[in-house]
């Protein structure tokens, strides 16, 4: 490699961003066109993360991936800038702020993948949903504070088991047994992948003695790490999980023998409080994990075209560079729009919106999981033969994480019918089509397409056990067209989304219009200016 090339990889990697925040211009548009004036008081504590995220804990991931959590003596062990990153995460005051506000910090921190904190927040923040809507009043007394505390050497975090070897997705298959004893509760059974091994607080599901099958017998408590006096609260870690991703978070098998337990809520409501509850709060925010990963990887990708030559010229300058760019703008400013979008939906007291947050939540989850693999791994492209390198540059992490954040709280199949049984079961159909109708003629026109196929899907089982993902994917991409009108995207990314995923038949070789629509998206970011 001859000096000239040397410092344009130098130039490159000195580009990057000290703050993430101020490397998302995106995100204060959306805050502003939400909170109007308001959206000035989130701007320095944002900023401030996001200037952690990128000058804290990103380096610190470094030494996570090369050295991950180990099993010793039955306890979880980690490199010393595992905490080095949690004090940073937990300083930020994440899970006690607003929707809004922590829904833009996670997408703040995902700019580092999982970073080994993103799925314990995840995590935590349902736990403590869970416990403030059902937990009783000495329940959430001893065991709320500590989850809320922003000092990560003092605080307790959260976990959530459920699988179970048998069960997977089939959560009504599980066999771990709960068995009164006295005002409590003991557990005993295993579950399968355990995520956030090391946490202090287990969200366990369990089926109490006489409970009947299936989900409707599925009881939800909570499970102290340890007795009263220190000691282990009889579960054991068998071991830990080699994971293709997240690999800085520690993931195990845990077998409880008689463990003392405490219910959320009453027995009956289990399922429902363990669904409803704890898997919709990780796949909102599992979406702005991927939302977030995408932004972090258009930023490596765009930046690294402008910089590398090839042929006598910046990368950036060829057609089918700057249009993979231009795609990869799309997929992360439409992420970021639909997930925002789900967010304004967050503890709604509206039984309409509650309904629309219940079915959207999972339909994006599903679709933002998607484009962030897809986005990984266009990045990765970007960079060519770099891009697969690991101290290179975040892009491998972020694309291992990525295929990690598709198979977390359900797999794509399992929401898409949980979707479509929702819908059904709710009469929610106007209520979500209504909510997406009116931003835009053009996503109006795509809506009055799906709405009769939607139909079919809730009136003909076995039609939409085939095709019914295709219509929840185009829902989504309806949603988050819709979104960036609200927000006040520019027309050349609404444009392009519409083209490319809404527009029947639609080919870019037979559009005109298609170069300069590329050309548009990118003439936006500073990263990658049009060509000439």
């Not at 869970?130 to 329940?139: E, F, K, T, V």
């Not at 359900?410 to 479509?420: F, R």
Request: hydrophobic share 45%; aromatic share 6%; with cysteine.
């Amino acid at each position: 490699m001859n000096d000239e090339a040397r410092a344009a990889l130098e130039h490159w990697r000195a580009d990057r961003p000290q703050s993430f925040y101020d490397a998302t211009p995106g995100l204060e548009e959306a805050l502003r066109a939400r909170l109007g004036e308001r959206a000035a008081e989130l701007e320095p504590g944002l900023r401030t993360f996001g200037a952690v995220v990128a000058q804290v804990v990103d380096p610190a991931v470094l030494a996570l991936e090369r050295e991950g959590p180990r099993l010793e003596f039955g306890e979880v062990r980690f490199h010393p800038a595992y905490a080095e990153a949690g004090r940073a995460v937990w300083a930020s005051g994440l899970l006690a702020a607003p929707p809004l506000e922590s829904a833009a910090l996670f997408y703040l921190l995902a700019h580092a993948g999982e970073a080994g904190h993103a799925c314990p927040v995840a995590c935590t923040a349902g736990l403590i949903r869970a416990l403030r809507a059902h937990g009783s009043p000495a329940l959430q007394e001893r065991f709320l504070p500590p989850l809320l505390e922003p000092d990560y050497d003092r605080c307790q975090r959260g976990a959530q088991f459920l699988t179970e070897i048998q069960g997977g997705s089939d959560v009504g298959a599980n066999r771990t047994r709960a068995v009164r004893a006295g005002a409590a509760w003991r557990i005993s059974g295993e579950k399968w992948f355990c995520s956030v091994a090391d946490a202090d607080q287990f969200l366990v599901t369990a089926r109490p003695e006489g409970a009947p099958p299936g989900t409707r017998g599925i009881g939800c408590f909570l499970v102290p790490r340890r007795t009263g006096d220190g000691r282990p609260n009889g579960f054991r870690l068998r071991r830990l999980k080699d994971k293709l991703g997240t690999r800085a978070l520690a993931t195990g098998e845990i077998e409880f023998a008689g463990a003392q337990a405490y219910p959320i809520g009453a027995l009956e409501d289990g399922f429902r409080i363990a669904a409803g509850v704890v898997l919709n709060t990780s796949r909102w925010l599992n979406a702005l994990g991927s939302a977030g990963l995408m932004r972090r990887a258009y930023l490596e990708a765009s930046s690294f075209a402008a910089h590398r030559t090839a042929f006598g010229q910046r990368l950036a300058d060829f057609p089918l560079v700057r249009e993979n760019l231009a795609v990869m703008r799309v997929e992360e400013a439409a992420a970021l729009a639909s997930t925002l979008a789900v967010t304004d939906l967050v503890d709604s007291p509206d039984p309409r919106e509650a309904t629309c947050f219940r079915i959207l939540v999972s339909a994006n989850k599903f679709v933002t999981a998607l484009a962030g693999t897809h986005v990984a791994r266009r990045g990765i492209e970007a960079l060519g033969g770099n891009g697969t390198v690991e101290d290179f540059s975040p892009l491998p992490r972020l694309l291992r994480d990525s295929l990690v954040f598709e198979s977390w709280e359900g797999t794509h199949n399992v929401l898409c019918a949980q979707v479509l049984r929702d819908l059904a079961r709710l009469d929610a159909l106007e209520a979500v089509l209504g909510r997406l109708a009116g931003a835009d003629g053009r996503v109006d026109s795509a809506l009055s397409r799906l709405e009769p196929r939607l139909r079919r899907c809730l009136e003909e089982p076995e039609w939409a056990a085939l095709h019914g993902r295709r219509q929840v994917w185009l829902l989504v991409r309806a949603l988050q067209a819709a979104s960036l009108v609200r927000d006040g995207a520019s027309e050349a990314l609404v444009e392009l989304l519409l083209r490319r995923e809404l527009t029947p038949g639609w080919e870019a070789a037979d559009d005109a219009g298609y170069p300069g629509l590329v050309e548009a998206v990118l003439r936006e970011e500073s990263g990658v200016e049009a060509a000439g």
